[in-house]
């Protein structure tokens, strides 16, 4: 059974772009979450999507959207970028809630120059 | 909003000691996990508990509600455990998915 998969793995931008995300979700797990993990604030929730519907978002500026397609693929984007954007980005899948275990995948390194 | 608080932050110790890796929350929870995290960002998921005792191999988790509490044993330490070990917390209900500790850094030295 294939893992959570996401890309792509390394991702360099300059300040004011934007960016995209991908991941691909675990078959049959309908719920994607993102994640945020930087070497000050460690790892934080981003936000939830089940079944194509942000189910919780977690305390980020609109710079950061997301959405989830139907076969239940989960992008990000991240507009304007700042410096402080640059992180690992990771994102998880699981059967239904955040309670269920989760399956991470391997992140996007995005770096902002 | 939950508060999760992890002890120690680093941790070095001996091949075939005995570990505890501390947890505590401030808010009523659904269900807390154990992550294990090795250098370059994979994220392993360990454990998931609401109650109770768990098991897999050399690592046992434990929570206590009334207390908010939790603890990540591992007994008979190797150095291929030398990762970052991290609990989050859902509260379930809504809330805003998982709140993360800051994780300790473990080393475990041949």
């Known amino acids: 059974k294939a893992g959570v998969t996401q890309t792509p793995r390394y991702l360099i931008k300059t300040r004011g772009q934007q960016v995209t995300l991908s991941c691909s979700p675990i078959s049959g797990h309908r719920s994607v979450s993102w994640y945020q993990q930087t070497p000050g604030q460690g790892l934080q929730f981003l936000f939830e999507?089940?079944?194509?519907?942000?189910?919780n978002k977690g305390n980020f500026p609109g710079r950061f959207s997301g959405r989830q397609f139907s076969n239940s693929r989960s992008e990000m984007n991240v507009s304007t970028l700042e410096l402080g954007d640059s992180a690992l980005y990771l994102c998880?899948?699981?059967?239904?809630?955040?309670?269920?275990?989760?399956?991470f995948g391997p992140g996007t390194r995005l770096t902002v120059l | 909003k939950n508060e999760v608080e992890q002890s120690p932050q680093n941790l070095t110790a001996q091949e075939g000691e005995f570990i505890t890796i501390n947890c505590s929350y401030s808010?009523?929870?659904?269900?807390l996990h154990w992550l294990q995290q090795h250098p370059g960002g994979g994220i392993v998921s360990l454990f998931m508990?609401?109650?109770g005792k768990k098991k897999h191999g050399r690592l046992i988790a434990t929570i206590n509600i009334q207390e908010k509490h939790s603890s990540l044993h591992i007994t008979a330490s190797h150095p291929r455990d030398s990762a970052v070990y991290i609990c989050a917390a859902y509260s379930g209900g809504g809330a805003d998915g998982l709140t993360f500790g800051k994780g300790t850094h473990l080393i475990i030295q041949p």
């Open positions: 508990l609401s109650s």
């Open positions: 999507y089940f079944s194509e519907t942000q189910r």
């Open positions: 808010v009523g929870i659904s269900a």
């Open positions: 998880a899948s699981n059967f239904g809630t955040s309670g269920n275990e989760q399956f």
